[in-house]
Protein backbone atom coordinates (compact mmCIF):
# COMPACT_ATOMS: atom_id res chain seq x y z
CA UNK A 1 0.00 0.00 0.00
CA UNK A 2 1.76 3.25 -1.30
CA UNK A 3 -0.12 6.56 0.09
CA UNK A 4 -0.33 9.62 -2.06
CA UNK A 5 1.31 12.50 0.23
CA UNK A 6 -0.61 12.29 3.51
CA UNK A 7 -2.72 15.49 3.20
CA UNK A 8 -5.83 16.02 5.41
CA UNK A 9 -8.68 15.41 3.15
CA UNK A 10 -11.83 18.17 4.54
CA UNK A 11 -15.55 16.30 4.85
CA UNK A 12 -18.12 18.18 2.71
CA UNK A 13 -21.76 17.71 2.85
CA UNK A 14 -22.82 14.41 3.73
CA UNK A 15 -19.59 13.00 3.56
CA UNK A 16 -19.21 12.29 6.63
CA UNK A 17 -19.24 9.71 9.38
CA UNK A 18 -22.05 8.23 11.21
CA UNK A 19 -23.84 11.19 9.08
CA UNK A 20 -27.02 10.87 10.64
CA UNK A 21 -25.29 11.11 14.30
CA UNK A 22 -22.09 13.49 13.45
CA UNK A 23 -21.51 16.37 15.97
CA UNK A 24 -25.43 15.78 17.00
CA UNK A 25 -24.46 15.75 20.76
CA UNK A 26 -23.50 18.50 22.35
CA UNK A 27 -20.76 19.29 24.74
CA UNK A 28 -20.42 21.38 27.86
CA UNK A 29 -18.18 24.90 27.52
CA UNK A 30 -15.02 25.18 29.83
CA UNK A 31 -16.60 26.76 32.16
CA UNK A 32 -18.62 23.49 33.36
CA UNK A 33 -16.93 21.07 35.94
CA UNK A 34 -14.47 18.68 34.76
CA UNK A 35 -16.63 15.54 35.07
CA UNK A 36 -19.58 16.77 33.23
CA UNK A 37 -17.66 17.91 30.74
CA UNK A 38 -16.08 14.07 30.65
CA UNK A 39 -19.33 12.54 31.45
CA UNK A 40 -20.69 14.25 28.09
CA UNK A 41 -18.10 12.47 25.98
CA UNK A 42 -17.80 9.23 27.79
CA UNK A 43 -19.89 6.61 25.42
CA UNK A 44 -17.61 5.69 22.37
CA UNK A 45 -15.54 3.87 23.91
CA UNK A 46 -17.78 1.56 25.51
CA UNK A 47 -19.10 0.86 21.95
CA UNK A 48 -15.72 -0.24 21.16
CA UNK A 49 -14.74 -2.08 24.56
CA UNK A 50 -18.00 -4.66 23.77
CA UNK A 51 -15.65 -5.86 20.83
CA UNK A 52 -12.96 -7.02 23.59
CA UNK A 53 -15.24 -9.06 25.59
CA UNK A 54 -17.29 -11.12 22.67
CA UNK A 55 -17.84 -14.14 22.92
CA UNK A 56 -15.31 -15.16 20.59
CA UNK A 57 -12.89 -14.19 23.87
CA UNK A 58 -14.62 -16.86 26.24
CA UNK A 59 -13.41 -19.97 24.33
CA UNK A 60 -9.86 -18.88 24.78
CA UNK A 61 -10.08 -17.38 28.08
CA UNK A 62 -11.59 -20.56 29.52
CA UNK A 63 -9.27 -22.75 27.98
CA UNK A 64 -6.44 -20.40 29.63
CA UNK A 65 -7.47 -21.15 32.79
CA UNK A 66 -8.76 -24.54 33.04
CA UNK A 67 -5.47 -25.54 31.46
CA UNK A 68 -2.82 -23.07 33.69
CA UNK A 69 -5.21 -21.67 36.38
CA UNK A 70 -4.24 -18.34 37.10
CA UNK A 71 -0.98 -18.47 34.68
CA UNK A 72 -2.25 -16.72 32.08
CA UNK A 73 -3.77 -13.34 33.39
CA UNK A 74 -0.57 -11.31 32.41
CA UNK A 75 -1.26 -11.92 28.58
CA UNK A 76 -5.08 -10.43 29.29
CA UNK A 77 -3.17 -7.67 30.94
CA UNK A 78 -0.95 -7.34 28.36
CA UNK A 79 -3.67 -7.56 25.45
CA UNK A 80 -5.38 -4.85 27.05
CA UNK A 81 -2.41 -2.06 27.57
CA UNK A 82 -1.88 -3.06 23.68
CA UNK A 83 -5.57 -2.21 22.81
CA UNK A 84 -5.80 1.06 24.83
CA UNK A 85 -2.99 2.39 22.94
CA UNK A 86 -4.12 1.42 19.53
CA UNK A 87 -7.45 2.66 20.13
CA UNK A 88 -6.00 6.18 21.75
CA UNK A 89 -5.03 6.46 17.88
CA UNK A 90 -7.50 5.73 16.11
CA UNK A 91 -9.82 7.98 18.49
CA UNK A 92 -6.80 10.94 17.92
CA UNK A 93 -7.65 9.97 13.89
CA UNK A 94 -10.83 10.82 14.09
CA UNK A 95 -10.59 13.78 16.10
CA UNK A 96 -7.52 15.42 14.84
CA UNK A 97 -8.47 15.03 10.74
CA UNK A 98 -12.26 14.67 10.92
CA UNK A 99 -12.14 11.37 9.12
CA UNK A 100 -12.90 7.80 9.93
CA UNK A 101 -9.78 5.49 9.14
CA UNK A 102 -11.97 4.06 6.10
CA UNK A 103 -12.17 7.55 4.83
CA UNK A 104 -8.80 8.16 5.78
CA UNK A 105 -7.63 4.73 3.61
CA UNK A 106 -9.89 6.11 0.82
CA UNK A 107 -8.82 9.34 0.75
CA UNK A 108 -4.97 8.70 0.43
CA UNK A 109 -4.80 5.59 -1.14
CA UNK A 110 -5.61 4.88 -5.25
CA UNK A 111 -8.96 3.60 -5.47
CA UNK A 112 -7.89 -0.48 -6.44
CA UNK A 113 -6.37 -0.48 -3.12
CA UNK A 114 -9.39 1.32 -1.32
CA UNK A 115 -11.44 -1.09 -2.65
CA UNK A 116 -9.10 -4.21 -1.92
CA UNK A 117 -9.27 -3.20 1.52
CA UNK A 118 -12.98 -2.59 1.71
CA UNK A 119 -13.36 -6.17 0.53
CA UNK A 120 -11.20 -7.63 3.20
CA UNK A 121 -12.78 -5.74 5.97
CA UNK A 122 -16.40 -6.84 4.91
CA UNK A 123 -14.91 -10.05 4.75
CA UNK A 124 -13.82 -9.61 8.85
CA UNK A 125 -17.01 -7.86 9.66
CA UNK A 126 -19.08 -10.84 8.62
CA UNK A 127 -16.86 -13.09 10.48
CA UNK A 128 -16.76 -11.06 13.59
CA UNK A 129 -20.82 -11.20 13.20
CA UNK A 130 -20.63 -14.67 13.03
CA UNK A 131 -18.88 -14.79 16.22
CA UNK A 132 -21.98 -13.07 17.86
CA UNK A 133 -24.75 -14.72 16.03
CA UNK A 134 -22.97 -18.44 17.21
CA UNK A 135 -22.65 -16.80 20.65
CA UNK A 136 -26.19 -15.67 20.88
CA UNK A 137 -27.49 -18.82 19.48
CA UNK A 138 -24.99 -20.78 22.17
CA UNK A 139 -26.93 -18.87 24.65
CA UNK A 140 -30.39 -19.19 23.89
CA UNK A 141 -29.79 -22.78 23.81
CA UNK A 142 -28.38 -22.97 27.49
CA UNK A 143 -30.83 -20.58 28.79
CA UNK A 144 -34.19 -21.85 26.91
CA UNK A 145 -33.18 -24.84 24.75
CA UNK A 146 -33.83 -23.39 21.89
CA UNK A 147 -32.50 -25.51 18.88
CA UNK A 148 -29.32 -24.13 17.68
CA UNK A 149 -30.46 -23.74 14.15
CA UNK A 150 -33.60 -21.69 15.71
CA UNK A 151 -31.33 -19.86 18.06
CA UNK A 152 -29.08 -18.42 14.99
CA UNK A 153 -32.37 -17.61 12.90
CA UNK A 154 -33.86 -15.92 15.87
CA UNK A 155 -30.38 -13.61 16.22
CA UNK A 156 -31.85 -11.96 12.68
CA UNK A 157 -34.90 -10.00 15.07
CA UNK A 158 -31.98 -7.27 16.76
CA UNK A 159 -32.18 -6.04 13.55
CA UNK A 160 -35.55 -4.14 14.85
CA UNK A 161 -33.91 -3.52 17.96
CA UNK A 162 -31.00 -1.53 15.97
CA UNK A 163 -33.75 0.45 14.07
CA UNK A 164 -35.68 1.18 17.13
CA UNK A 165 -32.31 2.75 19.22
CA UNK A 166 -31.17 4.60 15.94
CA UNK A 167 -33.99 6.25 16.25
CA UNK A 168 -33.86 7.40 19.78
CA UNK A 169 -30.47 8.98 18.62
CA UNK A 170 -26.65 7.58 19.37
CA UNK A 171 -26.92 8.32 23.01
CA UNK A 172 -29.67 6.25 23.32
CA UNK A 173 -27.56 3.53 21.43
CA UNK A 174 -24.44 3.88 23.82
CA UNK A 175 -26.93 3.85 26.92
CA UNK A 176 -28.29 0.63 25.59
CA UNK A 177 -24.93 -1.47 25.07
CA UNK A 178 -23.34 0.08 28.59
CA UNK A 179 -26.62 -1.36 30.43
CA UNK A 180 -26.08 -4.71 28.60
CA UNK A 181 -21.94 -4.18 29.73
CA UNK A 182 -23.20 -3.40 33.13
CA UNK A 183 -25.17 -6.90 33.03
CA UNK A 184 -22.14 -9.02 31.88
CA UNK A 185 -19.64 -7.09 34.29
CA UNK A 186 -21.99 -7.78 37.13
CA UNK A 187 -22.84 -11.84 36.16
CA UNK A 188 -18.88 -12.23 35.65
CA UNK A 189 -18.27 -10.63 39.39
CA UNK A 190 -20.96 -13.29 40.98
CA UNK A 191 -18.86 -15.79 39.19
CA UNK A 192 -15.82 -15.07 40.32
CA UNK A 193 -17.03 -14.57 43.96
CA UNK A 194 -19.01 -17.96 44.35
CA UNK A 195 -15.75 -19.70 42.50
CA UNK A 196 -13.65 -18.39 45.57
CA UNK A 197 -10.37 -17.94 44.06
CA UNK A 198 -6.93 -18.07 46.01
CA UNK A 199 -5.94 -13.98 46.07
CA UNK A 200 -2.09 -14.93 46.04
CA UNK A 201 -1.90 -17.13 43.62
CA UNK A 202 -4.23 -14.70 41.00
CA UNK A 203 -2.17 -12.05 41.48
CA UNK A 204 0.94 -13.68 40.78
CA UNK A 205 -0.95 -14.86 37.67
CA UNK A 206 -0.46 -11.20 36.37
CA UNK A 207 3.13 -11.00 36.51
CA UNK A 208 4.87 -13.02 33.39
CA UNK A 209 6.43 -16.21 33.75
CA UNK A 210 9.08 -18.33 31.81
CA UNK A 211 7.06 -21.60 31.76
CA UNK A 212 5.36 -20.30 28.79
CA UNK A 213 8.70 -20.85 26.46
CA UNK A 214 8.93 -23.88 27.79
CA UNK A 215 5.29 -25.24 27.05
CA UNK A 216 4.47 -25.03 23.65
CA UNK A 217 0.91 -25.81 24.84
CA UNK A 218 0.47 -22.73 26.81
CA UNK A 219 2.23 -20.92 24.37
CA UNK A 220 -0.42 -21.29 21.75
CA UNK A 221 -2.72 -20.33 24.46
CA UNK A 222 -1.64 -17.03 24.78
CA UNK A 223 -1.30 -16.58 21.80
CA UNK A 224 -4.90 -16.60 21.18
CA UNK A 225 -5.29 -14.53 24.32
CA UNK A 226 -3.63 -11.69 22.63
CA UNK A 227 -3.65 -12.22 19.07
CA UNK A 228 -7.47 -12.37 19.36
CA UNK A 229 -8.38 -9.37 21.10
CA UNK A 230 -7.81 -6.47 19.05
CA UNK A 231 -10.70 -6.88 16.97
CA UNK A 232 -10.01 -4.50 13.31
CA UNK A 233 -14.05 -3.24 13.14
CA UNK A 234 -13.28 -1.68 16.37
CA UNK A 235 -10.75 0.44 14.91
CA UNK A 236 -12.57 2.04 12.08
CA UNK A 237 -16.11 2.42 14.22
CA UNK A 238 -13.64 4.47 16.92
CA UNK A 239 -12.79 6.65 14.41
CA UNK A 240 -16.09 7.28 13.66
CA UNK A 241 -17.75 7.31 16.94
CA UNK A 242 -15.99 9.91 18.56
CA UNK A 243 -17.13 12.74 15.57
CA UNK A 244 -20.95 12.38 17.09
CA UNK A 245 -19.60 15.05 19.59
CA UNK A 246 -19.60 18.49 18.69
CA UNK A 247 -16.58 19.30 20.24
CA UNK A 248 -14.44 22.63 19.78
CA UNK A 249 -12.44 22.31 15.95
CA UNK A 250 -9.31 24.23 17.33
CA UNK A 251 -6.30 22.93 18.16
CA UNK A 252 -6.82 23.26 21.91
CA UNK A 253 -10.35 21.83 21.46
CA UNK A 254 -9.06 19.14 19.34
CA UNK A 255 -6.35 18.37 22.19
CA UNK A 256 -9.09 18.24 25.06
CA UNK A 257 -11.42 16.05 23.01
CA UNK A 258 -8.49 13.60 22.19
CA UNK A 259 -7.99 13.60 26.08
CA UNK A 260 -11.75 12.86 27.25
CA UNK A 261 -11.44 10.08 24.23
CA UNK A 262 -8.60 8.71 25.31
CA UNK A 263 -9.47 8.55 28.68
CA UNK A 264 -13.42 7.12 28.30
CA UNK A 265 -11.89 4.27 25.90
CA UNK A 266 -9.36 3.52 28.30
CA UNK A 267 -11.75 3.51 31.42
CA UNK A 268 -14.02 0.97 28.99
CA UNK A 269 -11.08 -1.65 28.55
CA UNK A 270 -10.43 -1.53 31.74
CA UNK A 271 -13.59 -3.37 32.06
CA UNK A 272 -13.37 -5.51 29.26
CA UNK A 273 -10.28 -6.03 31.33
CA UNK A 274 -12.20 -7.39 34.18
CA UNK A 275 -14.28 -9.70 32.29
CA UNK A 276 -12.19 -10.90 30.71
CA UNK A 277 -9.65 -11.41 33.10
CA UNK A 278 -12.63 -12.78 35.12
CA UNK A 279 -13.94 -15.36 32.71
CA UNK A 280 -9.84 -16.90 32.80
CA UNK A 281 -10.35 -16.48 37.25
CA UNK A 282 -13.16 -18.57 37.29
CA UNK A 283 -12.44 -21.03 34.60
CA UNK A 284 -8.87 -21.41 37.03
CA UNK A 285 -10.57 -21.57 40.69
CA UNK A 286 -13.27 -23.68 39.02
CA UNK A 287 -12.17 -26.30 37.07
CA UNK A 288 -8.40 -26.36 37.30
CA UNK A 289 -8.40 -26.51 40.94
CA UNK A 290 -11.03 -29.58 40.63
CA UNK A 291 -8.99 -31.11 38.48
CA UNK A 292 -10.71 -30.22 35.36
CA UNK A 293 -8.39 -29.00 33.04
CA UNK A 294 -9.43 -29.57 29.58
CA UNK A 295 -12.61 -27.50 29.96
CA UNK A 296 -12.64 -25.05 26.58
CA UNK A 297 -15.93 -24.91 25.19
CA UNK A 298 -19.01 -22.90 26.53
CA UNK A 299 -21.07 -25.76 26.56
CA UNK A 300 -18.92 -27.85 28.33
CA UNK A 301 -18.56 -25.00 30.85
CA UNK A 302 -22.02 -24.14 31.27
CA UNK A 303 -22.77 -27.97 32.06
CA UNK A 304 -20.23 -27.81 34.87
CA UNK A 305 -20.26 -24.89 36.52
CA UNK A 306 -22.99 -24.63 39.01
CA UNK A 307 -21.99 -28.47 40.07
CA UNK A 308 -18.89 -27.16 40.86
CA UNK A 309 -18.73 -24.22 42.70
CA UNK A 310 -22.32 -25.49 44.56
CA UNK A 311 -23.94 -22.17 43.29
CA UNK A 312 -27.43 -22.64 41.45
CA UNK A 313 -27.30 -19.76 39.65
CA UNK A 314 -23.71 -20.15 38.24
CA UNK A 315 -24.83 -21.65 35.02
CA UNK A 316 -27.48 -19.56 34.35
CA UNK A 317 -25.95 -16.61 35.31
CA UNK A 318 -22.79 -17.45 32.81
CA UNK A 319 -25.22 -17.89 29.97
CA UNK A 320 -26.87 -14.38 30.72
CA UNK A 321 -23.92 -12.65 30.19
CA UNK A 322 -23.20 -14.60 26.92
CA UNK A 323 -26.10 -13.33 25.56
CA UNK A 324 -25.78 -9.92 26.76
CA UNK A 325 -22.17 -10.34 25.23
CA UNK A 326 -23.50 -11.59 22.07
CA UNK A 327 -26.24 -8.85 21.46
CA UNK A 328 -23.69 -5.72 21.95
CA UNK A 329 -21.26 -6.93 19.86
CA UNK A 330 -23.81 -7.45 17.41
CA UNK A 331 -25.30 -3.83 17.38
CA UNK A 332 -21.82 -1.86 17.24
CA UNK A 333 -20.55 -4.76 14.66
CA UNK A 334 -23.53 -3.33 12.20
CA UNK A 335 -22.19 0.15 13.43
CA UNK A 336 -18.77 -0.90 11.88
CA UNK A 337 -20.17 -2.09 8.67
CA UNK A 338 -22.17 1.22 8.17
CA UNK A 339 -18.83 2.92 8.69
CA UNK A 340 -16.96 0.56 6.48
CA UNK A 341 -18.84 0.84 3.78
CA UNK A 342 -19.46 4.80 3.47
CA UNK A 343 -16.21 5.41 4.36
CA UNK A 344 -14.15 3.36 1.74
CA UNK A 345 -16.89 2.99 -1.28
CA UNK A 346 -18.96 6.97 -0.18
CA UNK A 347 -22.16 5.21 -0.52
CA UNK A 348 -24.75 4.81 1.80
CA UNK A 349 -27.78 2.35 2.16
CA UNK A 350 -30.46 2.25 4.57
CA UNK A 351 -29.63 1.69 8.32
CA UNK A 352 -31.95 -1.88 7.48
CA UNK A 353 -31.01 -2.94 4.09
CA UNK A 354 -26.90 -2.84 5.28
CA UNK A 355 -27.84 -4.80 8.66
CA UNK A 356 -29.93 -7.54 6.81
CA UNK A 357 -26.78 -7.67 4.17
CA UNK A 358 -24.07 -8.44 7.02
CA UNK A 359 -26.74 -10.57 9.09
CA UNK A 360 -27.95 -12.81 6.04
CA UNK A 361 -24.12 -13.82 5.10
CA UNK A 362 -23.66 -14.65 8.73
CA UNK A 363 -26.86 -16.60 9.18
CA UNK A 364 -26.62 -18.44 6.39
CA UNK A 365 -23.20 -20.48 7.30
CA UNK A 366 -24.27 -20.63 11.05
CA UNK A 367 -27.22 -22.04 10.00
CA UNK A 368 -26.03 -25.03 7.44
CA UNK A 369 -23.28 -25.63 10.22
CA UNK A 370 -25.66 -25.75 12.90
CA UNK A 371 -27.92 -28.30 11.27
CA UNK A 372 -25.32 -30.12 9.86
CA UNK A 373 -22.85 -30.60 12.69
CA UNK A 374 -24.51 -29.30 15.70
CA UNK A 375 -22.79 -28.08 18.73
CA UNK A 376 -19.08 -29.48 17.41
CA UNK A 377 -19.04 -27.45 14.35
CA UNK A 378 -20.19 -24.09 15.68
CA UNK A 379 -17.28 -24.44 17.88
CA UNK A 380 -15.39 -25.30 14.79
CA UNK A 381 -16.56 -22.49 12.56
CA UNK A 382 -16.48 -20.36 15.98
CA UNK A 383 -12.46 -20.65 15.79
CA UNK A 384 -12.85 -19.99 12.22
CA UNK A 385 -14.40 -16.61 12.41
CA UNK A 386 -11.48 -15.69 14.74
CA UNK A 387 -8.56 -16.79 11.94
CA UNK A 388 -10.68 -14.82 8.85
CA UNK A 389 -10.50 -11.70 11.37
CA UNK A 390 -6.72 -12.13 12.49
CA UNK A 391 -6.17 -11.83 8.58
CA UNK A 392 -7.98 -8.68 8.02
CA UNK A 393 -5.72 -7.15 11.37
CA UNK A 394 -2.48 -5.72 9.17
CA UNK A 395 -5.24 -3.51 7.12
CA UNK A 396 -6.28 -1.56 9.91
CA UNK A 397 -3.32 -1.35 12.10
CA UNK A 398 -0.70 -0.55 9.48
CA UNK A 399 -2.49 2.34 7.94
CA UNK A 400 -3.86 3.48 11.32
CA UNK A 401 -0.27 4.22 12.57
CA UNK A 402 1.31 5.54 9.51
CA UNK A 403 -1.76 8.53 9.37
CA UNK A 404 -1.02 9.38 12.94
CA UNK A 405 2.18 9.59 12.44
CA UNK A 406 2.35 11.82 9.69
CA UNK A 407 2.53 15.49 11.09
CA UNK A 408 0.72 16.95 7.25
CA UNK A 409 -2.53 14.71 7.94
CA UNK A 410 -2.32 15.22 11.82
CA UNK A 411 -1.37 18.63 12.16
CA UNK A 412 -0.36 19.12 15.91
CA UNK A 413 -1.69 16.45 17.38
CA UNK A 414 0.74 13.97 15.10
CA UNK A 415 2.19 11.29 17.19
CA UNK A 416 5.52 11.46 19.05
CA UNK A 417 8.41 9.24 18.15
CA UNK A 418 8.13 7.07 21.08
CA UNK A 419 4.48 7.11 20.78
CA UNK A 420 5.03 6.04 17.05
CA UNK A 421 7.57 2.95 18.36
CA UNK A 422 5.69 1.71 20.88
CA UNK A 423 2.48 1.75 18.89
CA UNK A 424 4.63 0.14 15.98
CA UNK A 425 6.25 -2.64 18.42
CA UNK A 426 2.53 -3.44 19.62
CA UNK A 427 1.65 -4.27 15.94
CA UNK A 428 4.40 -6.00 15.07
CA UNK A 429 3.55 -8.46 18.06
CA UNK A 430 -0.32 -8.83 17.24
CA UNK A 431 0.10 -9.34 13.73
CA UNK A 432 3.04 -11.88 14.39
CA UNK A 433 0.85 -13.75 16.76
CA UNK A 434 -2.07 -13.73 14.70
CA UNK A 435 -0.03 -15.30 12.03
CA UNK A 436 1.18 -17.86 14.13
CA UNK A 437 -2.19 -18.70 15.10
CA UNK A 438 -3.16 -18.88 11.20
CA UNK A 439 -0.36 -20.95 10.74
CA UNK A 440 -1.58 -23.45 13.28
CA UNK A 441 -4.82 -23.06 11.91
CA UNK A 442 -3.75 -23.88 8.90
CA UNK A 443 -1.18 -26.89 9.40
CA UNK A 444 -3.89 -28.46 12.46
CA UNK A 445 -0.94 -27.75 15.36
Known amino acids: MTPRDLQPVPATGDDVSLAEAHRSIALPGRSSGLLRRFGAFAGPGYLVAVGYMDPGNWATDLAGGSAYGYSLLWTILLANLMAMLLQALTAKLG ?27 EAAIVACDLAEVIGSAIALQLLFGI ?21 RGFRQLEAFVITLLIVIAGCIAYEVAVSQPQ ?5 RGFVPTTQIVQDPAMLYIAIGIIGATVMPHNLYLHSAAVQTRAFDTSTPGKRAAVRFAVFDSSLALLLALFVN ?11 HASGQTG ?3 IQEAFKLLSPTVGAA ?5 FAVALLASGQSSTLTATLAGQVVMEGFL ?17 IIPAVVVAA ?5 GTARLLVLSQVVLSLQLPFAIVPLIQFTSNRKQMGALVNSRLLTVAATACAVLIIGLNLRLLASFVTGG
Open 95 to 121: IATGRDLAQACRDQYSKPVAFALWLVC
Open 147 to 167: PLVLGVVLTALDVLLLLALQR
Open 199 to 203: LGPML
Open 277 to 287: AGILILAASAF
Open 295 to 297: VAE
Open 313 to 317: AASTL
Open 346 to 362: GLKLAPWVRRLLTRGLA
Open 372 to 376: LYGES
